[in-house]
């Protein structure tokens, strides 16, 4: 079992940052990929970012491209997700994931509950 626990979100407005964190406890941390998937109201879960277990592969989708960065320390045991430039059309729940490399929700076997972001126009 892996637990999964975000935090950093809240409110920002346009044009800001915020840098979210997913910290793990339970089994080794270092041997998953990792992601980060977000929920706006009325849509459906969303692959925003992932992490291979090394750190050395990442991929982020054309939506938040040059504006969000995905890193880990195995170390801590800690996913970040850094948002700049952020926009009112990334408001939403982010969940971090735990589980194989992949940028669908079957790809991930753990989750979180979720930290929420608003952005204000």
């Known amino acids: 079992q892996v637990q999964l626990v975000e935090s950093g979100g809240g409110l920002v407005q346009a044009g800001g940052s915020l840098r979210l964190s997913c910290a793990a406890s339970g089994r080794t941390f270092s041997s998953y990929c990792m992601g980060w998937f977000r929920q706006a109201p009325g849509k459906e879960r969303e692959f925003v970012a992932a992490i291979s277990w090394s750190g050395g592969r990442t991929y982020i989708v054309d939506s938040v491209k040059g504006r969000f960065t995905i890193s880990r320390d195995n170390a801590k045991n800690t996913v970040y997700l850094q948002m700049n430039s952020v926009k009112p059309e990334d408001t939403a729940i982010y969940h971090c994931?735990?589980?194989?490399?992949?940028?669908?929700?079957?790809?991930?076997?753990?989750w979180g509950q979720g930290t929420q972001v608003t952005v204000s126009s």
């Open positions: 994931a735990a589980g194989g490399w992949g940028f669908s929700t079957r790809a991930y076997e753990y």
